[in-house]
C-alpha cells in the first residue's frame, strides 16, 4: 500500500514563505503527475500547482509568481515553495500523485492527509 504524507505547514505572516514537502512510500507503485490542493474553510478544494514527471507545470491563477512547485522522481517526492505569503492563502494543502500500483486496474488519483497553512491577517 502506498502512503503519501505532507509536511512544512505551519503559521508564517503575511509576505514570509513556507516549503511544504511531500513523500509517497511503499512499493509497487508508478507516480506519473503530482500536484498540491488547497482547501479553506467553507470554501471548495481547489488545484494549486501539478508538476508532469518530465517537469512540466501548471499553476492557479492566484498563486503564479508566488510559489513553486518541484519533484524529485528518484525519490518520489514533491515540494512546494510558497513565497510572499498572504491572508487568503491561508488553507489545508493536500499533496496528490496519478499513478497506478500493482493490483490495481487504471491510474488513480491519490491524496495526502493534508498539512494545515496559516497566515493571519
Known amino acids: 500500500q502506498v502512503q503519501l504524507v505532507e509536511s512544512g505547514g505551519g503559521l508564517v505572516q503575511p509576505g514570509g514563505s513556507l516549503r511544504l514537502s511531500c513523500a509517497a512510500s511503499?512499493?509497487?507503485?508508478?507516480?506519473?503527475?503530482m500536484g498540491w490542493y488547497r482547501q479553506a474553510p467553507g470554501k471548495q478544494r481547489e488545484l494549486v500547482a501539478t508538476?508532469?514527471?518530465?517537469?512540466?507545470?501548471n499553476y492557479a491563477d492566484s498563486v503564479k509568481g508566488r510559489f513553486t512547485i518541484s519533484r524529485d522522481n528518484a525519490k518520489n517526492t514533491a515540494s512546494l515553495q510558497m513565497n510572499s505569503l498572504k491572508p487568503e492563502d491561508a488553507a489545508v494543502y493536500y499533496c496528490?500523485?496519478?499513478?497506478?500500483?500493482?493490483?490495481?486496474?487504471?491510474?488513480?488519483?491519490?491524496w495526502g492527509q493534508g498539512t494545515q497553512v496559516n497566515v493571519p491577517t
Open positions: 511503499g512499493s509497487g507503485f508508478t507516480i506519473y503527475e
Open positions: 496528490t500523485y496519478h499513478g497506478t500500483e500493482v493490483g490495481v486496474v487504471g491510474v488513480k488519483l491519490h
Open positions: 508538476i508532469t514527471r518530465s517537469g512540466s507545470t
